[in-house]
C-alpha cells in the first residue's frame, strides 16, 4: 500500500523548496520502465515548466494541495485556453490529451500534483518541447515568459 499523508505532502513540499528548479517529484513507480507513471510533483512559484507535447500520451494532473494555472497554447505559441485549478473553486484537475502544448505555473507555496502519465519514460524530442518559449537555462527568458502569461 501507497499512502500519500500530510507528512509526505509536507516533505516533498520541503524538497521542492530547496531545489534549484523549486520542484521536486515523488515517485509511486520503481521503474522507469513500468507502463504507467504516477508521482507527486511539488511546486513552488517561480518554478519553470517549459511548454511541451507528448505526442503519444495523455497526462492527468489532480491537484492536492495549493492553485496553479495550466495553460494550452496552439502551435505557434498563441494561448488557446487557461484553466486555473484550485479547489476552492471547485476544479480539482483535468486531463491534458495526447498532442496539445501545455505548461503549467504554480501560484502558491506548497502547491502539489498527482501526476499520472503512460509510461515507459522517454524523453521529450527536441520537436516536443516549444521552439517559441524559453529554454529552462534562460532563466531571465523564463521569468519574463510567466509574467507574461500571468498578466493573460
Known amino acids: 500500500m501507497k499512502l500519500i499523508t500530510e507528512e509526505l505532502l509536507n516533505d516533498v513540499t520541503s524538497q521542492a523548496q530547496e531545489s534549484l528548479r523549486l520542484r521536486m517529484n515523488y515517485n509511486f513507480y520503481t521503474s522507469m520502465d513500468e507502463p504507467i507513471h504516477r508521482m507527486l510533483n511539488a511546486l513552488e512559484p517561480g518554478t519553470y515548466l517549459p511548454p511541451h507535447r507528448h505526442v503519444d500520451k495523455e497526462e492527468t ?38 498532442g496539445m502544448w501545455h505548461s503549467i505555473i504554480a501560484l502558491e507555496s506548497g502547491t502539489v500534483i498527482f501526476e499520472i502519465k503512460k509510461g515507459p519514460y522517454q524523453p521529450l524530442a527536441p520537436e516536443d518541447m516549444a521552439s517559441w518559449a524559453p529554454a529552462p537555462s534562460d532563466e531571465e527568458g523564463a521569468k519574463t515568459f510567466m509574467e507574461r502569461m500571468l498578466e493573460l
Open 61 to 98: 494532473y489532480l491537484l492536492l494541495l495549493g492553485s496553479m494555472w495550466v495553460f494550452f497554447y496552439d502551435g505557434a505559441g498563441n494561448v488557446a485556453e487557461k484553466v486555473l485549478l484550485n479547489p476552492l473553486a471547485g476544479k480539482y484537475g483535468l486531463e491534458i490529451p495526447p
